[in-house]
């Protein structure tokens, strides 16, 4: 008998998976039909499909975690009610997105059922999260469940034998676990994507990424398929689907949410970056209703690496007048008019409330010095631990892993010279964060947690605004802003340049290079391959011009005037 090839494993897999969503719940192929011919938006489908009911919309459309919670304890709503609602629309979800990796519908059902007799029997709440479902990122274990983080060659592991710390403090808490959520293969790419459980599809529009190494919880969190969830965060993985998904994502410091208990992508004993974990939610203040309750949860007995000192009340009145710094642009990834317009909204809102803005443009020069810092650090692995898991199988690797590894090459060997100047480059870059931060006497920094929003699978490349938090740990928060584009915020005189997105196969494979550089003054470009020539970008709206030596379709070039 032949070997399964990593196809089959794969195939096998997929058809576990949908084996484990019922019947009942699967959408019909009219409903997938008009999905794939764009008549019917992927955030509609759950109110559209008929698999829900009206009490189990409306229970997976409350406005966030700490009104469940609170319905919850009060007896209002029943946990069982609550999670079959929740495990219905995250299967629906699951079937629109790709969205899920590992599901537990009938032990979150038997969870909920025990939940309910108890508090039937005593009269309260089991603990703070008494019947809240909460989602968990693929990395995270729980007993008797698989943990594969999608790579093919992991397939043959036996279900993990232990809970993650997190998992045992949720569950003490009283939450229901009832998904584990996609990511990318490697974990290590804000595409999150790997051949064993597929692409994660923005729910706003499935052409577009969902960010990562989060991203299931984004596309799950923005479907409302789940009302809390839990991601990790090395280079902004719970950021970038935060920006990309339309939620709420928060990068605690390392350490405060214990991480013990993982399953890694990498080589133990890594160096230099280490992740940290945190919620995916509705609103900030789920972010810190869940945070509180880690905080205080003493993790330190069973995490050596968990800060765990308790969640801190403060202690005098926050100043009338905060000082507020602002993210420099920088300039190989230019502000695209959406972000910029979002971030100048955010300054005026807040100048407006009597809050000082500082412009850090002179002074936080290094954004991207410290990605490629954090990158550098990111491939010190000698062994390719994580590429040597997907070379195991014979499986492919995703195309945005580019951006990351030298996939195809092999690397310099890492010496222990270069890891010290690593070490003395972070240092580096720590003291000046922390000099801007004295400097002015900056009470927070705001900025962009990405050039634009969401961008076409395959080309978010290099998270400079985000992974700078990463390097030097500090705390970091995304949030989203649901209003119209507001022309008030429009740079007056702005050339911007979304990245290459060309039709030529070769340029797809370099397809992310740097624009800003390539722009002469007159608003000509050059072809990011070697191609020798040019077209110019007449001024105005609409402009497209192709590389005239190869063919590829630079993108449009947008120069534009406000009145």
Known sequence: MTNPTWQDKCAAKQAEAASKIPVEWRLSAEILQKVNNNELKILDVPAKCGILTKEELGITEIADATILRDKLAARELSAIDVATAFCKRAGIAQQVTSCLTETMFSQAIIRAKELDEHIETTGKPIGPLHGVPISLKETFNIKGVHTCLGFTSFLDREPVTHNSVLVDI????????????????????????????????????????????????????????????????????????????????????????????????????????????????????????????????????????ALAFPWMEPTQAAPQQLIIGVMPEDPKT????????????????L????????????????????????????RIDPDQTALQNIRKSGEPAIPSLRFTYD???????????????????????????????????LHLIIGPGYQSTAVPHDTFGVPVYTVIANLVDVCFLISFVENSANSKYQVSRMRYSPWLLPGNRRCQVRARRELLSSLSPQGSRKCPLPCTAYRSSPEGRGAAPACADCGGDFGQVMHTSSS
């Open 334 to 349: 230019p502000l695209h008019p959406n972000m910029q317009r979002t971030l100048r909204g955010a300054i005026e809102k």
């Open 407 to 441: 996939v195809d090459g092999t690397p310099k060997e890492p010496t222990l010279r270069g890891l010290f100047d690593l070490n003395v480059g972070r240092a580096e870059i720590m003291a000046k964060m922390r000099q801007v931060f004295l400097d002015n006497q």
């Open 170 to 305: 949720l569950l003490q808490a009283g939450a229901v676990l009832y998904v584990k959520t996609n990511v990318p293969q490697t974990m290590m790419t804000a595409d999150s994507h790997n051949n064993v459980f597929g692409r994660v599809k923005n729910p706003h529009r499935d052409t577009l990424t969902a960010g990562g190494s989060s991203g299931g919880e984004g596309a799950l969190v923005a479907m409302r398929g789940s009302i809390l969830g839990i991601g990790t965060d090395i280079a902004g993985s719970i950021r970038i689907p935060a920006l990309c998904c339309g939620t709420v994502g928060f990068k605690p410091s390392v350490g405060r949410v214990p991480y013990a208990g993982q399953t890694s992508s990498g080589r133990p004993g890594m160096t230099g970056i280490a992740p940290s974990a945190g919620p995916l939610c509705h609103s900030m203040r789920d972010a810190e209703m869940l945070l509180r309750l880690v905080f205080n949860a003493a993790s330190d007995d069973n995490d050596d690496m």
């Open 351 to 378: 100048e407006n409330a009597g809050h000082h803005i500082v412009d850090l443009s002179k002074q936080m020069h290094f954004l991207e010095a410290a990605a490629d810092l954090a990158f550098k650090f990111f």
